[in-house]
């Protein structure tokens, strides 16, 4: 029997919480870097960041958070958290709040900096005087969601590359993940670019039941060179499905 599809993100976030200790998102970086969540640890994090986001910018339907960071495990938290306030997800960096890797280059805005490295206490270099580090903010959250605004299922989840509503976002990542079984662990690069195309396939995935392995655009080049490294990486990580190209 299907699963049938969560309402919105908030129903995608309760059910990640029933999964517990399930393998979630598991990324392969640069450097060797391999971090592995839970399925309760990302709706974890995706909880602090929502917490972060109502309290520190009043985050809701009327709010548009540019992520102008890269296809990652952070990215896909900070675009589920942005979501659950109801706001409208953006790639670059042109929006109410802005999460960025690139703090310095953005002015005059509500600036969430992030670093990449899961072990990052804090973003190397100096932060503007008005910018939040999330390295070190994001973990003083609750582990329980606060208030939140109330979701309009109306409003945009994203506008492009095409207008998708937070009531519809739910069942256009589950499109974006056909073909996909449900419950299957999947194998997906995460490109230099194209933020929200790789948002709705990775939530998509979630959305089914699945779990994901993530492979950075360097990673992902040197395996898809490497068919015996490949093969050990998908017996180790059991996927079952292998959608590298």
């Known amino acids: 029997m299907t699963t049938p599809l969560p309402p919105h993100i908030t129903d995608l976030l309760v059910r990640l919480r029933t999964r517990a200790g399930r393998p979630c998102v598991t990324w392969y970086g640069d450097g060797g870097e391999r971090v592995e969540l839970s399925a309760a640890v990302v709706e974890n994090w995706v909880t602090k960041t929502t917490n972060l986001l109502v309290e520190e910018f009043d985050a809701s339907s009327s709010c548009v958070i540019a992520i102008d960071v890269i296809p990652h495990w952070r990215s896909l938290v900070w675009s589920l958290a942005a979501w659950r306030t109801g706001a409208e997800v953006v790639e670059g960096d042109t929006g109410d709040v802005v999460v960025t890797t690139s703090p310095a280059t953005v002015s005059g805005r509500d600036v969430v900096a992030v670093a990449l490295p899961a072990l990052a206490r804090s973003l190397d270099g100096e932060l503007p005087a008005s910018a939040v580090d999330a390295a070190s903010a994001v973990m003083t959250y609750g582990d329980q969601l606060g208030w939140a605004p109330p979701v309009d299922p109306d409003a945009p989840a994203v506008t492009a590359p095409r207008r998708i509503t937070h009531g519809e976002i739910v069942a256009a990542a589950d499109d974006a993940a056909t073909g996909v079984p449900a419950g299957a662990r999947a194998l997906l690069e995460a490109p230099d670019a194209g933020l929200v195309p ?48």
């Open 198 to 245: 790789w948002l709705l396939r990775v939530v998509g995935v979630l959305v089914r039941d699945g779990s994901l392995v993530l492979a950075s655009a360097s990673v992902a080049a040197e395996l898809r060179a490497d068919p015996d490294r490949r093969a050990r990486l998908v017996a180790t990580e059991r996927v079952d499905t292998d959608l590298l190209g």
